[in-house]
């Protein structure tokens, strides 16, 4: 089977297909809506976003300490980020990455969750 068919089968009807956000919208409520838009003018109805603080990211001296604060939203930005997906009919998923964000994600009336594979050993959180 070459590539081109692998990527027809890919579609809603033939199973359930996620857009995921990941940090492509550079911490930015404008170009997270922009994205949410585009999910809603695709073939599928469920949409996934990562939440986190950067403290569950990095440490406070790692060097990519400030990008994780820049990209991160707060807990009220996440709460009409989420309110403005499902306005527009998206289901929503989220990757946490520990208590904090899990906190978040629970006032987003979100549907699922990921634990991302960096915490696939912390299993006080899990």
């Known amino acids: 089977m070459n590539i081109s068919n692998i990527f027809k089968q890919l579609t809603p009807e033939n199973g359930n297909v996620i857009a995921e956000t990941a940090c492509n919208h550079e911490g930015e ?3 997270i809506k922009a994205l949410i838009d585009c999910v809603k003018k695709s073939d599928t109805n469920l949409i996934k976003f990562q939440v986190f603080t950067a403290d569950e990211r990095v440490s406070l001296d790692h060097p990519e300490y400030n990008l994780y604060q820049k990209l991160a939203f707060t807990e009220s930005q996440w709460i009409k980020i989420s309110k403005y997906a499902i306005k527009r009919g998206l289901r929503v998923f989220v990757d946490v990455f520990g208590e904090k964000s899990y906190k978040i994600s629970k006032s987003m009336n979100v549907i699922g969750y990921k634990i991302h ?3 696939f ?4 959180f899990i």
């Open 121 to 124: 050993f912390d299993s006080e």
């Open 117 to 119: 594979s960096s915490d």
């Open 29 to 31: 409520i404008n170009k």
